[in-house]
């Protein structure tokens, strides 16, 4: 990195801070500093909502996915806009009416005390985790390229988030995140752009997607019901739709973005916004992956991406023969330009048998250069288990900087690492803010003895706020690297969401329903849900589950509220209701 990268990474972090402590300078009651004033504009709340989910491990994991398995990532993604639909009918009118700050108040309202506190419990647990894999995804891959500690960039993260965050509360994030999403965008499409450029003179954008589309990088849509595979069609508008709901609906760091909305119509239009945008951005990025794929038929890429891992390899006793594997993907490089070559001009001469034929080279070299791949984990897991190590020989959260790091102009390298640290700094300024308002009004003042003004509701969400920052940069100073970031954010969420989920839709759909049904059907779902999880997807490898993890959150909602009816069931059988006469 040049001295620009540093001007233009520093400059662009500088400012998102600053601008954000100075336009929300002066919170001083719980309805600007958690409600946000309830003044957003659409494209406000819209614009939220987005750069909330797209985290920076969005931008680092989804391009390496796609990569290494195409773009069938994009199906996670289907149910969604259904999801935005039915939150705008039934969820956003609801909190509005009750003119709430938190989506667990309304559980109060309509079960009971101990509701509210389990669902916000339930939150607690998997966002603070989540918040620290937020912070931890960018650290750990930036620590690697640039050399940096660990906990350096841990720590650096989490204090430029918190200092916003504490300052002005909903209203820093939200406008912080306009900005965010901006400089997010723009990094991707110069990325994008730039690697068009690079490509060979003769390789347009069709032919590139052609190139990608013979080595099985564009089978976006599989329909086939096999439960174990992670993303499918039907995952998608199922598994995919309920963690929508459960996440958009019922996640405080994403209730807490609507429900600063000026009005129903507002935050409505602003969620629409997000679920017409949503699938076309995730669509743009995995593309991205694609295309960074394409550059690396013409272009040598390394046999894992993690720089630690080849550093650790080449220390150890395996260096020999990693150095022999590394040769023989050297020339394999040379055959796969020489593959894509021929398909290319195969290409231009519209002949099926010469297209097919080239088509089937290129097969054969990704084949050989999967082994290679699988030959080399294997040295690196080796290597890391002789000294001690768990072996880190996951590379996917490392292709995307690995690539901007080694080929894109100075100023573009601090521009997306820019993107990168932005990204970080959106979503977890949205976790931290929404964890210290429900620890603060749904945990702390809701059981606390005594009434408190103004001036201390908003003292105690700053002071709890800042607590679970610090307790997001030590989650994220000893997480550790999982076999794809992007999927652990997910794991963890549909473990939850699911649970929660089903407790908001008998609130919401099942007015016989009373809050001991709910409670208790609530405890034992999630622990059947962590039996299932571990039975079925933890004890397995990435791929050879017995269940797709998004499956969860289906499974959790409809248990939930089967075990409510019977429960409810019981009670009134052996205690009915007391008739008011």
């Known amino acids: 990195m040049e001295a620009i990268d540093w001007i233009i990474l520093a400059g662009t972090l500088l400012f998102i801070v600053s601008y954000g402590v100075w336009k929300t300078k002066g919170s001083q009651n719980v309805q600007d ?111 690697a390229i640039l050399g940096w500690q660990l906990w350096i960039l841990n720590i650096f993260i989490g204090i430029l988030v918190i200092i916003y965050t504490v300052s002005g509360g909903t209203k820093a994030v ?55 595979s992670r993303y499918t069609f039907w995952s998608g508008i199922t598994g995919g739709l309920f963690l929508a709901l459960a996440y958009f609906g019922t996640d405080q760091s994403q209730v807490q973005r609507y429900l600063s909305g000026k009005s129903v119509r507002e935050s409505q239009l602003g969620l629409i916004f997000n679920g017409i945008l949503k699938i076309p951005m995730q669509f743009f990025i995995l593309l991205v992956g694609v295309m960074v794929f394409v550059f690396y038929q013409y272009n040598a890429a390394p046999l894992n991406f993690n720089p630690a891992a080849t550093q650790t390899i080449m220390a150890s006793d395996q260096a020999a023969e990693y150095s022999q594997l590394q040769k023989e993907q050297l020339a394999l490089e040379v055959e796969k330009k020489m593959a894509q070559n021929k398909f290319s001009a195969a290409l231009e001469l519209k002949e099926y048998n010469a297209i097919n034929e080239a088509k089937q080279q290129i097969i054969k070299t990704n084949k050989k250069d999967s082994v290679h791949r699988i030959t080399a984990k294997a040295l690196i897991k080796k290597a890391y288990e002789s000294e001690n190590k768990k072996p880190e020989t996951n590379d996917k959260d490392y292709v995307f900087i690995h690539f901007i790091l080694t080929n894109l102009p100075n100023g573009l390298i601090g521009l997306l690492l820019a993107v990168i640290l932005s990204a970080a700094m959106s979503s977890t300024a949205s976790e931290l803010n929404a964890l210290g308002t429900i620890t603060a009004l749904d945990i702390y003042k809701r059981n606390k003895k005594g009434a408190s003004t103004d001036k201390q509701d908003v003292f105690i969400s700053k002071l709890f706020t800042l607590a679970w920052g610090i307790v997001a940069i030590l989650i994220a100073c000893i997480a550790d690297l999982f076999d794809n970031l992007i999927q652990l954010v997910n794991i963890i969420g549909s473990i939850f969401y699911g649970n929660v989920l089903g407790i908001f839709i008998l609130a919401f759909f099942f007015k016989f329903i009373r809050g001991n049904a709910v409670f208790y059907a609530a405890v034992i779902t999630q622990v059947v849900v962590f039996i299932i999880y571990y039975m079925l997807i933890h004890i397995y490898p990435s791929g050879q589950e017995k269940l797709g993890y998004l499956w969860l959150n289906f499974i959790g909602s409809a248990l939930v509220i089967a075990m409510a009816i019977i429960f409810e069931g019981i009670e009134r059988l052996l205690k009915p209701p007391v008739v008011k006469t």
């Open 174 to 228: 939200n406008v912080t995140q306009k900005q965010q999403m901006f400089v997010i965008m723009t990094g991707m499409f110069v990325t994008f752009f730039f690697i068009l450029n690079n490509l060979p003179q003769d390789i347009s954008f069709s032919k590139a997607l052609k190139i990608a589309g013979a080595s099985d990088k564009l089978n976006i849509l599989d329909f086939s019901f096999n439960t174990s």
């Open 33 to 143: 500093y958690v409600g946000g004033g309830r003044s957003s504009k659409w494209w406000t709340i819209g614009l939220s909502v987005m750069a909330t989910q797209a985290s920076a491990i969005t931008f680092l994991s989804t391009p390496g996915q796609a990569f290494h398995d195409g773009m069938g990532f994009v199906q996670f993604y289907f149910g969604l806009p259904i999801a935005m639909i039915i939150i705008c009918l039934v969820f956003i009118p609801i909190y509005h009416r009750l003119k709430v700050y938190t989506a667990y108040e309304f559980l109060e309202n309509r079960f009971d005390l101990k509701t509210r506190s389990l669902a916000a419990i339930l939150f607690l647990i998997q966002r603070g985790l989540a918040a620290g894999i937020t912070i931890f995804a960018p650290a750990i891959i930036l620590s």
